[in-house]
C-alpha cells in the first residue's frame, strides 16, 4: 500500500527522474563529506592526546629505514621509546617492521641496533621483522605481548599516525595507551596536509572494511525499499 502515490511518487517523466537521481547524488555526497570531515577531525583531535603512565612495554611502530639508519621519522619514534624507557614508563621495548623495498635490514632490526647504540640492554628488547604495514605490525606484535604476558602497552607513533593505530590495536584486543612523539619531522604545513590525507584514507578503508557487513545491510535495506516503492508507488 503506498499512502503518497498520487503526491510524491508519481513522477515518472525522464526529467523528474533525473532530478531525482541528482537530489540522492547530492545528498550521499554530502552525508559521505560530512563522514570524511569527521574522520579528520577525530585524526587531528586525537593526535593532541599524549598519556604518560607505567605500561610493561612501549610497541613503536615501524617506519622505513635508509639502509641501516633510521629514517628521521623512524628515529623520533624510536627515541621517544627509549625515553620511555629510560624514565621508568616501561620495562621492555617492542620494535615493529620487516624488509622494505630495496632495503638490506629490517626496520626492527635498525631500531633495535639504534637502542643498543643509546644504552638500552638487548635483553630488553623485542622485535618482530614480519609486517609491512601498520595492521601487521600489531598482529605481530601481539604475540610477542601475549606470550610474555604483557597487560598494558604504551603505543608510540606519529601524532597523526595515533588514532588509527590505537582503533587497530584495540580491535585486536590490546590494552594500549595513546603515547605520540612530542617532535615530528612532519613540521610544514604541506607534509602535515599530505599525511592527514594519507591518513583519513586509510582510516576510512580499515573502518569500511570493519563494519562491512553493516554497511551492506544498509544498502541492502535501502534496494528493497527502493524496489517497494517503484513497484507499488511508481
Known sequence: MCFYK?????????????????NVLF??????????????FNIYYFSQVFELTNADAALILGASVWDDKPSPVFQERI?????????????????TGGIGKNSN???????????????????NIFTEEKSRITLENIVYAKSIITKNNFTKIILVSDPLHMK????????????????????????????KLL????????????LLHKHIFIISLYLLTFEILYLYYKHNCA
Do not use: C, Q
Request: positive net charge.
Open 6 to 22: 498520487k503526491n510524491i511518487f508519481n513522477h515518472n517523466s525522464p526529467k523528474n527522474k533525473i532530478k531525482r537521481t541528482k
Open 27 to 40: 545528498v550521499i555526497s554530502i552525508i559521505f563529506l560530512i563522514f570524511i570531515l569527521y574522520i579528520a
Open 79 to 95: 627515541n621517544h621509546g627509549i625515553w620511555l624507557y629510560k624514565n621508568g614508563y616501561v620495562k621492555y621495548l617492542i620494535f
Open 105 to 123: 635490514f629490517s626496520e626492527a632490526f635498525v631500531a633495535k641496533n639504534y637502542a643498543i647504540n643509546n644504552s638500552v640492554p638487548a635483553e
Open 164 to 191: 588509527r593505530s590505537m582503533v587497530i590495536a584495540k580491535d585486536f584486543g590490546l590494552n594500549v595507551i595513546s603515547s605520540p612523539t612530542p617532535t615530528s619531522k612532519f613540521i610544514s604545513l604541506k607534509t
Open 195 to 206: 599525511f592527514l590525507l594519507y591518513e583519513i584514507f586509510f582510516f576510512f578503508i580499515y
